[in-house]
């Protein structure tokens, strides 16, 4: 069997496998072993193939696969305005019930309602935001 042949059965094995990790780093040898076949179809000697194959394999790895990782990773998406409220304490200043209340948060006095409506959380107590319903907080009691 030629060694081409072999390099392509390689190449295509490295990038199923690829496909299967998402690591970018099987993909790149894959394309290594392809462009290996490519020497081997040449007609290069078998030493010449391998030492093509490690170059090629360390310069993806090495060059292409930490440029690929930073346009694959991307930072975790910033809750912006009111959502970024959600999930933050707040400190009751005037009774909450299902119906109305007030709480401030971070400095900023705002409407609530308790987020289960059987709830009467009196002044003074410590809440979560769980959610926010136009410029109002619902609030659920911290434990």
Do not use: C, N
């Not at 010449?48 to 975790?76: E, K, N, T």
Request: net charge negative.
């Amino acid at each position: 069997m030629d060694e081409w042949i072999i390099w392509v059965i390689l190449a295509v094995v490295l990038g199923v496998a690829e496909i299967f990790t998402l690591t970018a780093s099987l993909g790149l040898l894959g394309a290594a072993a392809l462009l290996t076949a490519a020497t081997a179809a040449l007609g290069l000697p078998v030493p010449l193939q391998l030492l093509f194959f490690a170059v090629s394999s360390a310069a993806g790895l090495l060059v292409l696969r930490p440029i690929a990782m930073r346009h694959i990773i991307q930072p975790p998406a910033q809750r912006f305005g009111v959502e970024a409220l959600v999930g933050k304490p707040a400190y009751v200043i005037a009774e909450v019930t299902g119906r109305d209340g007030r709480v401030r948060i971070g400095g900023e006095e705002w409407s609530a309602r308790a987020y289960d409506e059987t709830l009467v959380i009196p002044t003074g107590a410590t809440v979560d935001i769980i959610e926010i319903e136009g410029a109002t907080a619902l609030v659920y009691p911290r434990e």
